[in-house]
């Protein structure tokens, strides 16, 4: 019975480590790797894959490579609201 737990255990792990990260890139040059994002009001706020937290102006953000970034990894960028739920 316990190696059936391990191997449940084993998969759940490997699917949290396969989500995509979010590539983001500001007009400034700046990129980020994002784990989650949404939007709220006119800012974009972001979970960074090292485990921080912030947010960024809209009119910060560089549209046209954040989408060439990520489409090129086969990643969507799309903005969102606030999830119901926290992220994480």
Known sequence: ????????????EHA???SPVTLLQ???GSMY?????????????YFTTY???DSVPLGHID???TVKL????GVEFVLRPKP???PR
Not at 70 to 73: E, L, M, Q, S, T
């Open 1 to 12: 019975m316990n190696g059936a737990n391990a191997e449940g255990n084993q998969g759940n």
């Open 16 to 18: 949290k480590q396969e």
């Open 26 to 28: 500001l007009r400034d």
């Open 33 to 45: 790797g994002l784990t989650e994002y949404w939007v709220e009001g006119d800012d974009l706020h």
């Open 51 to 53: 485990g921080g937290e």
């Open 63 to 65: 549209y046209e490579k």
């Open 70 to 73: 990520n489409a090129d990894r």
């Open 84 to 86: 119901t739920a926290a």
